[in-house]
């Protein structure tokens, strides 16, 4: 399974990334990294695009730290309440790209009707503005 370039991970594939990130025991890389993500989660990510996740990187570089020798504690993270936060605005995000893309297909669609309609000799210009006007409910 290839991840699209476009899509933003999921809150089970960053905890699975970081996952495999605190559990590295030899040298280091984004693009080893980036190898294990592919054959251990089964999706390809840029290294880039591992890079722009806050708590990917953390996670990242707090085990570049720990593989050269250098003391670190885990409080070098951000707590939990912070990562969820940080999970929310990510996913949001990818909402927010989702639903414009699907928005701006929706208004390409109706921009096409219009001028199909508008094309029609038995609607013309008052047929649409009546298609535009709202109409009253049944209750």
């Known amino acids: 399974m290839k991840k699209n370039i476009n899509e933003a991970l999921t809150n089970k594939q ?10 590295w ?3 280091l890389t984004w693009q080893r990294l ?10 390809y990510i840029s290294r880039q695009s591992l890079s722009s996740y806050i708590s990917i990187k953390k996670e ?4 570049k730290k720990e593989l050269r020798g250098i003391v670190t504690t ?3 993270l951000v707590d939990k309440d912070q990562a969820a936060l ?9 909402q927010v790209r ?12 109706l921009e096409r009707i219009f001028l199909n ?22 209750t």
Do not use: W
């Open 74 to 76: 885990r409080s070098d």
């Open 117 to 138: 309609a508008s094309e029609m000799p038995n609607v013309g210009r008052q047929g649409l503005r009546q298609l535009l006007e709202p109409r009253e409910e049944n």
């Open 25 to 27: 025991e030899s040298k």
């Open 14 to 23: 960053i905890n699975d990334i970081c996952r495999v990130i605190a559990l």
């Open 34 to 43: 980036v190898e294990v993500i592919k054959r251990e989660c089964g999706f």
């Open 86 to 94: 940080i999970h929310k605005v990510e996913r949001l995000e990818a």
């Open 60 to 63: 990242y570089d707090l085990k």
């Open 98 to 109: 989702q639903l414009t893309k699907e928005r701006d297909l929706q208004l390409e669609t």
